[in-house]
């Protein structure tokens, strides 16, 4: 069985988000097993799991990937939206635009530290779309 | 439901290249609702959505992994298949080899800006083999 | 039909480790086609497929991503549980907490020289747990 539906988070601003209640409180069905696919319709923002517990780790993540793919407009051609907008691409890339997580016993299945992460590229804030999947 | 096939696509060189088309032309079934899962069967050219409308943004899409990923064999002992093979391999694991992509009224649900992209990370031009699988 | 099971792994040191057989091993069904998705429920290990046969790829991997992402706790403030742990959080959003694998004919469908990969970010050694999901 398949189920779906498109939400549109709260506006977030840059950096990563906790968002696992609000695709909780989105799962329709809760079946004895499944799948649940998170896809997000955006090019400059992604969908990660990592640590839920410790808020350094999210201030630490953004900072980690502004040195892996640094903000600098000399490095890149497509400048025009300014110089969040490339780097926003390649770390949407690197960070994935979806998420399958395994629903046991009607709920998601996530280790005691995961939580799901939106992760805002731009600056500024923004309203992301995402496809909710459920196959069961 | 499942349907599932194999294509190979067109030669590409080394870049991102958009091809959604292509797939799209493969999309077997038309379901209201599913996932079409699309799974690269190499080790040096993955698979991600990203922007459809600038060339741009391609170009320094491969520009910017190369400097995360930089082409310099004293950095490397699997060297025999060149300089560009490592990198190609670490370049696979950051971007992944797979996408799930919701369909959604018989079409695939992507944002307006989203294209699907090979990325060839091997100099020289290649045929990449895609499995195609649709659960609806 | 979905089937469902999670498996402890066996302990494993920093590094790439292929676990291909160990999860052909623990697929209990042999569906003529379908999809195996494979989580790892922690936030300091990944997964991925890469380079089944020279094991200098698993060593250059695991240095090339110590160099994207540099083990310097000068540059995070979740240092608390060690200089490898933060570095870990980012790798593993980097490489991915899932796979997706097509199975066609009762087989993983993987390409020639593809092996699936547990990345321990870790020092250490640490048991792993997965959720194997099997949908067909």
């Known amino acids: ?63 980690a990937m502004a040195a892996v793919v640094p903000e600098d407009n000399s490095r890149y051609t497509h400048t025009m939206e300014g110089s969040d907008d490339m780097p926003a691409h390649v770390k949407t890339s690197l960070t994935g635009m979806s998420l399958s997580i395994p629903v046991t016993r009607g709920r998601l299945n996530l280790g005691t530290w995961q939580g799901i992460f939106l992760c805002e590229f731009r600056n500024g804030r923004h309203q992301r779309k995402l496809v909710l999947t459920l196959y069961s």
Do not use: C, W
């Not at 696992?20 to 649940?36: A, C, R, V, Y």
């Open 1 to 63: 069985m398949i189920t779906q539906k498109e939400i549109t988070l709260p506006a977030y601003g840059r950096g990563y988000h906790i968002i696992t209640s609000i695709i909780e409180k989105h799962l329709p069905e809760k079946p004895d097993q499944g799948i649940l696919h998170i896809f997000i319709k955006h090019t400059s923002a992604g969908l990660t799991i990592n640590e839920n517990a410790d808020p350094s780790v999210r201030d630490d993540m953004e900072s």
